[in-house]
């Protein structure tokens, strides 16, 4: 036999793996990984949960802009009325809590009541009925969102012509909506020019 058949054979096998500190290294990214999907699923609940009350403060917005353009228009009040409180008109000047409106018909006047109990809304501050479980709205396992943590502000301003005077004939309006969620305070503002001609 020649030499190269004789020679022994060796008793450690050459087997590979991992070691501890690879094992470590790719847990720790994996970890990493884990906590990035995480936190996206968590801002995307908190935005759709947002979603739905930014949705209700803009509509709740609008609705106050568009019942004084209608008072107007229907000369329910007249222009010099509309104003802030302070300024002689009816409108509260600040935050306000959302209440219905009073026998006046328009929100955030002095004469705002407590809204009446209605479905599944309590008495109390204005409320948003919200489907249940089965997703139509107008059964019985409806849902109430109580919008107690909204306020409402409406803040109305004179306009100045180009020479610094004070145009009576045109008066700006800004309606702000706040409300407390996850992360704070949240507004949507509105804002619009009205004029004492319909």
């Not at 009350?53 to 329910?76: C, D, F, G, V």
């Not at 020479?163 to 702000?176: A, F, P, R, S």
Request: net charge negative.
């Amino acid at each position: 036999m020649g030499a190269a058949m004789m020679r022994p054979k060796s008793n450690s096998s050459q087997q590979e793996g991992f070691t501890i500190i690879e094992v470590m290294i790719a847990i720790a990214i994996l970890n990493i990984g884990i906590l990035a999907v995480v936190a996206s699923i968590a801002a995307a609940i908190s935005a759709t949960q947002n979603s739905q009350e930014n949705l209700i403060a803009r509509q709740k917005a609008l609705e106050a802009m568009e019942s004084i353009y209608t008072a107007r228009n229907t000369e329910q009040v007249t222009f010099p009325q509309i104003a802030n409180v302070a300024a002689g008109g009816i409108f509260t000047g600040g935050a306000t809590q959302m209440l219905c409106a009073g026998p006046d018909g328009l929100v955030n006047t002095t004469d705002d009541i407590d809204c009446p109990a209605s479905g599944p809304c309590p008495a109390g501050p204005e409320c948003v009925t919200l489907p249940g479980p089965d997703g139509i709205l107008g059964t019985a396992d409806d849902t109430a969102m109580s919008l107690a943590n909204f306020t409402r502000t409406i803040a109305i301003s004179n306009v100045l012509n180009a020479d610094g005077t004070t145009n009576e004939t045109l008066k700006q309006i800004v309606v702000t909506v706040t409300y407390q969620a996850h992360g704070g305070a949240h507004t949507y503002t509105v804002n619009g020019l009205i004029s004492s001609y319909k």
